[in-house]
C-alpha cells in the first residue's frame, strides 16, 4: 500500500471496509476515482482465507473486459507477495481454456454477467462456496442491459454478501439489485468535487424519465417564443437530429433547422453563421458526430438533448467568456445518463441546478399508454363535447404554471441573488 502512494484511506474506504469486513451488504455511491475499487480489492483479501477449494469464494461481475483487466491487475498489485488464486473470464478468450483453469481451482472470479452466466450453465461456474458477490460499475451493467444475467448469478449463489459500487444512485439501480440484498444493507454516498472550481456557464439540468419525454419538455419549453427566440440543441447523431426535427412543432418551414441535414429535402444549415442571421430561424439541431467547434455566441439558450459518450464533447461549450457569458446550459439527462451528469459536475468542480419539470409536461410511460390503447375504458370522455374529448386528470388538470422561459428567467434571478 505504501509503494503505491495510499498513505491515507479515502472516505469511501473508511466508511465502507469496516462494514463489508462486517458482513453487512453495502450499496456505495462514489464518482470515478474515489477508491471504490481498492476498496473491495482490500476488503476481499483481508476476507480472503488461503485453501485448495476448488469453487471460487468471491465473484466480481465488471461491465466489460477492459474493466475485468483493471480489477485482475489492482488485485496483483495489493497482493504481489501472496499466491492469489484468481480468473478473469473475458467473451473474447477461449471458453475451454477458461473452465479448465476454473476447474483447477480459483478463489477469485472476474467477469461480465454474460460471460459468467454463460460458463455457469456449462455447470463450469461453481456458485455454492460464494462468500461475496461484488458488482463494479453497476451503472454500466444497467446501461448496457445486462441485468437479467447479473439476477440469476445472484439468485444462484444464494444468501451471500453483496456489495455493489456504482457512479450514481438512481431507480434503475434498485429496480436491478432490489430482489437479492440483504434486509439491512446500507447506502453510503460519498460526493467528491474537484477543488478548483471552473468558471462555467449557468449550468441547468432536468431528470427525465425516457426520450419521448424529452421530446414533450422540449415543446412545451419552445412555446415560449418572447423568451426561447434563438436556441440551439445538441443530439449524439444526425439520425436523432432528423428524428427530432420532424417531432417539433413549428408554425413555419425555416423556425426547426438542422446544422448539415442528413437528406436533402430537410430545412438546414451549412454553417451556424446563416442560422444567427436569418431572424425566421428559432431552433437548430446540432449533431455531434463530424462536428468542428461551434460558435455559439450570441446563443442565449444551449440544450443537450443527448449527453455525450465522452465528457469532453460536453465540456468544450461550458467556459464563459465575454461573448457567451449570459448563455444557459439546459440539460436533459435520464438515468442512464446520470453518470455522464455526474462525470462532468466532478471536472468543473460544481453541481448542475435541477430544475422540477413543469407541471403541464406529458410524461410518457410505455406500460401505461399500451394499457390506455387496450382498455378503452378507462377513458374519461365528455359526452358534451364530442367522443373524442378527454377530460384532464386531476393531477394533470392546469390551474396556473409558469412558461418554461419566466421560470428560467426566475432561476437566473434567484442565481444573481
Known sequence: MTELGYLAPKEIQSRCISRILGGQDVIAIAPEGAGKTTTYVLTTLMKLKFTTDEAPKFLILAPNEERIDEIVEKFHQLSKNRDLRIIGLRASGSMEEEIGELVDGKDIVVATPNRARAIY??????LNRIQTLIIDDAEEIIKQGMQTPLRELAESCGKVQHIVFSTVEHQKLYDMVENFMNEDYAVIEVDELENDTVDTLDLLVYHVPNFTTKINLLNHLLQDKEVFQKVVVFVNTKLTAQKLASHLFSSNKEEIAVLNPLFYD?????????????????????????TNDID????????QFELPNEKEQFLNHLLKNEENEETIILTFATDLE??????IEQAVGKRMDILELPEDVSIYNSTTDKKKKVNKEEDQTDSSRGGAFHQKKESNAKTFNYGGGEKAKMTMKMKKK
Open 121 to 126: 450453465l456449462k455447470l463450469a461456474l461453481n
Open 266 to 290: 430537410d430545412f438546414g444549415y451549412e454553417a451556424i453563421e446563416d442560422f444567427k442571421e436569418n431572424n425566421l430561424s428559432r431552433v437548430l439541431i446540432i449533431a455531434r458526430e463530424n
Open 338 to 343: 446520470l453518470p455522464m451528469v455526474k462525470k
Open 296 to 303: 455559439l455566441s450570441a446563443i442565449p439558450f444551449v440544450f
